[in-house]
T-cell receptor
Framework: SQQGEEDPQALSIQEGENATMNCSYKTSINNLQWYRQNSGRGLVHLILIRSNEREKHSGRLRVTLDTSKKSSSLLITASRAADTASYFCATDAFGANSKLTFGKGITLSVRP | DAMVIQNPRYQVTQFGKPVTLSCSQTLNHNVMYWYQQKSSQAPKLLFHYYDKDFNNEADTPDNFQSRRPNTSFCFLDIRSPGLGDAAMYLC?????????????FGPGTRLTVL
């Protein structure tokens, strides 16, 4: 069953604005990862946050995780046209054979 | 640069005609994955190899098979493609199986079934 559910499904902002994307999931996780996918391409790993972490930063990216609410958010600050892409959250459940379960993704459009 | 390579990028096949998609990696990772992604949907894991150990997902149709002849290469075989198998097929690798391992994706092969 699909684990991550992102919202909104689509987001359109002006260059320079911040973009906030949310992900909710259903069961306990070991970690949560965010990936970016440019149109017609493969996915690129952005950031991983462990279940015992609450916030993590990487450049213009800020990820938060609230395990009590089973939710995560990805913030992209000072967005650029090149940030236009689909963004997926993926959850990693406990276990040595754990696999990533992806959500449907959020389409972000950054207008120049 | 170390990377995951998929060939071809675009593949057209006929209904029922077997097709093979290939993936290679220069990362020397132990795990290789195959995902199916249909338009505006989440990537769906079909199976993965941990070294030579094949792990099929319970809901992967029998029509989909995979081979991993060595560490670097992994193939996806679709024995009798149907119209519903038209999708983007993504290959990914990770250094190890288990948690805290990010996955590295190839650019994908877009399969069209006529």
């Amino acid at each position: 069953s699909q684990q991550g559910e992102e919202d909104p499904q689509a987001l359109s902002i002006q260059e320079g604005e911040n973009a906030t994307m949310n992900c909710s999931y259903k069961t306990s996780i070991n970690n949560l990862q965010w990936y970016r996918q440019n149109s017609g391409r493969g996915l690129v790993h952005l950031i991983l946050i462990r279940s015992n972490e609450r916030e993590k930063h990487s450049g213009r990216l800020r990820v938060t995780l609230d395990t009590s609410k089973k939710s995560s958010s990805l913030l992209i600050t000072a967005s650029r046209a090149a940030d236009t892409a689909s963004y997926f959250c993926a959850t990693d459940a406990f276990g040595a054979n754990s696999k990533l379960t992806f959500g449907k993704g959020i389409t972000l459009s950054v207008r120049p | 640069d170390a990377m995951v390579i998929q060939n071809p990028r675009y593949q057209v096949t006929q209904f029922g005609k077997p097709v093979t998609l290939s993936c290679s990696q220069t990362l020397n990772h132990n795990v290789m994955y195959w995902y199916q992604q249909k338009s505006s949907q989440a990537p769906k894991l079909l199976f993965h190899y941990y070294d030579k150990d094949f792990n099929n997902e319970a809901d992967t149709p029998d029509n989909f098979q995979s081979r991993r002849p060595n560490t670097s290469f992994c193939f996806l075989d679709i024995r009798s493609p149907g119209l519903g198998d038209a999708a983007m097929y993504l290959c990914a690798t990770s250094r190890e199986r288990g948690s805290y391992n990010e996955q590295f994706f190839g650019p994908g092969t877009r399969l069209t079934v006529l």
